[in-house]
């Protein structure tokens, strides 16, 4: 039983269109991220949710809107995608905000942009 | 702009040997995390540490959490082929993980 679950595990997509990438927890915990891995293998945070409410958004596009219509749940929709968006998105949870949780990961969705 | 720098960055070693992962900040975190990666799969959790000067034991692999909290170390004794993959220490600061930027570990049977 898969404790983060993320979906598609690969998109490739034309420049220009808008896309999702879905994330489900069955852990309970309270709050959820997205981190983009870029080529040499650098996660950056993205966003942060705690009980469904954004406390983390780091300086990113607003083409980027993530939702999340309960805690278990966190998705990502891109607008008018671009070459530089290529890159492996992450989906994690942790029991709180509180840092000193672990993160539980999904297995990432690749994404390519041509 | 917190960074969190490892080093080195790849090591390649023969199975047997020792080896240690540096993770260095000029910040300060209120806890510290090891993560390994393996390809085409998200980070696992290895160890928290929360404490200055704390040393956690996980089997072959020993963690340390510097006294300022500002830099930690992974050792591992005695590798093994299944010890290969991307090491990631990451920072706890304001609600988020700063994850630092990666060691390549490979180990050769």
């Known amino acids: 039983d898969t404790a983060v679950s993320q979906t598609p595990k690969y998109l490739v997509t034309q420049m220009g269109n808008d896309k999702s990438i879905k994330c489900e927890q069955n852990?309970?915990?309270?709050?959820m991220y997205w981190y983009k891995q870029d080529s040499k293998k650098f996660l950056k945070i993205m966003f942060s949710?705690?009980?469904?409410?954004?406390?983390i958004n780091e300086t990113v596009p607003n083409r980027f809107s993530p939702k999340s219509p309960d805690k278990a749940h966190l998705n990502l929709h891109i607008n008018s995608l671009e070459l530089g968006d290529s890159a492996v998105y992450f989906c994690?949870?942790?029991?709180?905000?509180?840092?000193?949780?672990?993160?539980?990961f999904g297995s990432g969705t690749r994404l390519t942009v041509v | 702009t917190q960074l969190l720098e490892q080093s080195p960055q790849f090591l390649s070693i023969q199975e047997g040997e020792n080896l240690t992962v540096y993770c260095n900040s000029s910040?300060?975190?209120?806890?510290l995390q090891w993560y390994r990666q393996e390809p085409g799969e998200g980070p696992v959790l290895l160890v928290t540490?929360?404490?200055?000067?704390e040393v956690k034991k996980l089997k072959r692999l020993t963690f340390q959490f510097g006294d300022a909290r500002k830099d930690s170390s992974l050792h591992i004794t005695a590798a093994q082929p299944g010890d290969t993959g991307l090491y990631l220490c990451?920072?706890?600061?304001?609600?988020?993980?700063?994850f630092g930027s990666g060691t390549r570990l490979l180990v050769r049977p």
């Open positions: 994690a949870s942790s029991q709180s905000a509180q840092t000193h949780y672990g993160y539980t």
């Open positions: 910040s300060v975190f209120s806890s």
């Open positions: 949710y705690n009980n469904k409410e954004l406390i």
């Open positions: 540490v929360v404490t200055g000067g």
């Open positions: 990451a920072g706890g600061s304001s609600y988020k993980l700063i």
């Open positions: 852990l309970g915990h309270d709050t």
